[in-house]
């Protein structure tokens, strides 16, 4: 099949006049270009404090407990004779959020690549629950349960911490081999783990409570590909695999209410293991000096094959037999996307783009029995196998007027079909523009308008779906539509050393065919920044910025014509500025960051009865960096940091709310992250 492929590519550039003979390259020398041959690199050692315990703060980062940490980070390349090399770059060694990438091989010959990462999710550090088995699949709790009501549980006694997040370690492995001019073959090899918990609830018809959720999960990724690069010819073939394995199918837990109809144990379903195959083949073909074509396509399927859980855990309920005893799900994708680029003149150039997306879902439908909250049977529910098809069209032209104006229009059209839902077809269709200009080589100004519309081939709610959907609904991915976006931006060098860039963004979404449901929406967004050279040694940068999202929707309590409106208003300010100094020149260099950030959001619920509003939630964010880095000599370096950050947040739904707040409701009792954390580090970097 190579020498079939290696064959097929040759005739193709041969015929394309890719085989004439060019320039003899072979005593051209580069004058400017430096190889440094050896070794190089640095490494930079030291220790580092963290004033207080936050989930919060070390989400990602790993600095989410109280006490010392090993500052080590390391960057090394080296250079032989003969194009070998290799390179080795590893940061954060002393956090659970730390990295390592390695690379090695010939240049122009093979390359060996060893990827390390590990990244902390940390959700929540002040969690309290009574049951036992946390992080494990069967949930129990202690003497004194069940209860009628939480007032009437021993959570004084019972209740114990539990931290909620997870920690991902990535391994990979890959290479690639260059066998002949123009060929490359790769093969990229990449194992996940993901172990924590996270939350989740369990219900039983009124009663329903906070659960722990044990995440023990696998996920292997492989793609190989062949790939050849000619002079007007380009392809690759490729194969992508991906396998998830999940070492627990199932979470039971105990009733913490006294139990009804026999519900004293419930079960939940955990992410079933699944695998996904895909075969990739792309092209590019230069038609000529000015328009360019490329084009691929991609087959893949999804399936799993998990065996069924019980209907219930309920001795007392018979739902009757299931289907069969697994799903037998499957999943066809087909992908494909062609693109025409042509430089029509040297002012003017054109834009054609197709894109294809395909998911047919191939699993067979059956009647499955139906238990609500494990005490009462329902009617037998069947699956709705849910597929869509997905065809793009883009045109556009970019034409530049002069040496500093430039203008583009377009027209894209986004038509989508889908099964087994509420909208057969939907079309989106947008006519934008833009142009950009400068005057005097000192303000340059940009300008861009959209304006869309989606309309869809009819609304009527899906057969089959219990209880049934108000015929006034319409979901807002598949209603009708009317969308305005634009922007503005000004650019302004007001002397050599300064700059001042404004800009603002607005859009709004008009549903004016939905009764009930999402109605309107708009988002709007100015901001500014202003960098200043104050001299040769010292320069401050700023920047500030308010966004501003709103929607509308409506509701119907009374399953007929709205009787209730809703109106979010969220805002979000931010406000920043750095300043860097060379204190003492090619010794010391000074700086600091400071970062300010507010949102707040605005929550009414109208019903013409005069109720009282939510509170407002709010967030505040303060974040302050101080650094330091003093040469000691020509290759070692002193460098110091200070770090404070403060946070604090709002939010009425968690907000004094304990495990025993609400009487039929048993809660972690989260609060809303707050935080003061101070972060002081000083290592000592040696470069060679």
């Given at each position: 099949m190579l020498s079939a492929l290696s064959g097929a590519a040759a005739a193709a550039d041969s015929a394309t006049g890719a085989d004439k003979a060019g320039p003899d390259i072979s005593e051209w020398k580069c004058e400017s270009c430096k190889f440094v041959e050896g070794t190089s690199g640095s490494v930079n050692v030291g220790a580092g404090h963290v004033s207080d315990s936050s989930a919060k703060f070390g989400d990602y980062t790993g600095l989410d407990?109280?006490?010392?940490?090993?500052?080590?980070?390391?960057?090394?390349?080296?250079?032989?004779?003969?194009?070998?090399y290799w390179n080795l770059d590893a940061s954060n060694i002393g956090?659970?959020?730390?990295?390592?990438?390695?690379?090695?091989?010939?240049?122009?010959?093979?390359?060996l690549l060893l990827k390390y990462d590990q990244i902390p999710h940390f959700l929540t550090d002040n969690s309290q629950t009574p049951f036992s088995g946390n992080g494990g699949t069967t949930l129990t709790l202690p003497a004194g349960f069940p209860a009628g009501t939480t007032g009437l549980m021993p959570l004084a006694g019972t209740l114990q911490p539990v931290d909620i997040g997870t920690q991902r370690k990535r391994m990979g492995l890959g290479g690639s081999w260059l066998a002949m001019a123009g060929w490359e073959y790769a093969v990229n090899y990449r194992h996940e783990t993901r172990d924590g918990n996270k939350r989740t609830s369990g219900s039983f018809f009124a009663n329903a409570a906070n659960l722990v959720e044990p995440i023990?999960?696998?996920?292997?990724?492989?793609?190989?590909?062949?790939?050849?690069?000619?002079?007007?010819?380009?392809?690759?073939?490729?194969?992508?695999?991906?396998?998830?394995?999940?070492?627990?199918?199932?979470?039971?837990?105990?009733?913490p209410f006294t139990p009804l109809a026999g519900a004293g144990f419930g079960q939940l379903a955990l992410p079933p293991d699944n695998q996904f195959h895909q075969v990739l083949a792309?092209?590019?073909?230069?038609?000529?000096?000015?328009?360019?074509?490329?084009?691929?396509?991609?087959?893949?399927?999804?399936?799993?094959?998990?065996?069924?859980?019980?209907?219930?855990?309920?001795?007392?309920?018979?739902?009757?037999?299931?289907?069969?005893?697994?799903?037998?799900?499957?999943?066809?994708?087909?992908?494909a996307n062609l693109k025409l680029n042509s430089a029509v003149t040297d002012k003017l150039r054109l834009i054609a783009a197709y894109v294809h997306n395909d998911r047919d879902n191939r699993t067979s439908q059956a009647a499955y029995p139906s238990v609500a909250t494990d005490m009462f049977l329902g009617l037998p529910r069947t699956n709705l196998p849910y597929s869509f098809k997905q065809e793009k069209w883009n045109l556009s032209a970019e034409l530049k007027a002069t040496a500093k104006t430039r203008a583009a229009i377009g027209y894209d059209n986004d038509t989508q079909k889908r099964t087994f839902l509420e909208a057969d077809k939907t079309q989106d269709q947008t006519l934008w523009g833009k142009v950009s200009t400068g005057f005097m080589d000192k303000i340059d100004l940009?300008?861009?308008?959209?304006?869309?519309?989606?309309?869809?081939?009819?609304?009527?709610?899906?057969?089959?779906?219990?209880?049934p959907e108000n015929p006034l609904l319409r979901k807002y991915y598949m209603a009708n539509r009317t969308r305005d976006s634009g922007g503005l931006r000004a650019d302004f060098a007001v002397r050599e050393n300064v700059n001042i860039g404004l800009g603002v963004e607005s859009s709004k979404d008009q549903y004016t065919d939905s009764a009930i449901g999402l109605t309107g929406g708009s988002d709007f967004n100015v901001n500014g920044d202003v960098s200043v050279a104050i001299t040769p040694q010292t320069s401050l940068h700023l920047f500030a910025n308010r966004e501003v999202i709103k929607s509308k929707q409506a509701?119907?309590?009374?399953?007929?014509?709205?009787?209730?409106?809703?109106?979010?208003?969220?805002?979000?300010?931010?406000f920043g500025f750095g300043v860097r100094h060379a204190a003492i020149k090619d010794k010391l260099d000074i700086g600091a960051d400071y970062t300010m950030s507010r949102t707040e959001g605005e929550i009414k619920v109208l019903t013409g009865v005069g109720e009282p509003g939510f509170p407002n939630l709010s967030t505040t964010l303060d974040s302050l960096k101080l650094y330091a880095s003093y040469r000691v000599k020509e290759n070692l370096y002193v460098n110091a940091g200070y770090w404070y950050e403060r946070y604090d947040s709002k939010n009425w739904a968690l907000d004094g709310v304990g495990p025993g707040t609400i009487p039929n409701f048993l809660a972690f009792g989260d609060q809303p992250p707050r935080y003061k954390v101070n972060v002081v580090r000083v290592s000592m970097k040696y470069k060679f």
């Open positions: 407990r109280k006490g010392g940490y090993f500052i080590g980070d390391a960057d090394v390349r080296s250079r032989g004779k003969d194009g070998a956090l659970d959020g730390r990295s390592l990438n390695a690379e090695g091989g010939q240049q122009g010959k093979y390359k023990s999960y696998d996920t292997d990724q492989v793609d190989a590909s062949v790939s050849y690069l000619g002079r007007r010819w380009q392809a690759k073939l490729a194969y992508y695999g991906s396998t998830f394995r999940n070492a627990n199918d199932s979470l039971t837990w105990q009733n792309s092209a590019g073909f230069q038609l000529s000096d000015r328009t360019r074509a490329t084009a691929d396509i991609a087959m893949g399927r999804m399936s799993q094959n998990e065996s069924f859980l019980a209907s219930t855990q309920n001795p007392f309920l018979a739902p009757g037999p299931l289907p069969g005893t697994s799903l037998n799900g499957r999943a066809d994708t087909l992908n940009s300008f861009r308008y959209a304006h869309g519309e989606r309309r869809n081939s009819g609304y009527q709610p899906v057969p089959g779906i219990a209880p509701g119907s309590q009374a399953f007929a014509t709205p009787d209730w409106t809703g109106e979010n208003r969220d805002t979000v300010d931010s």
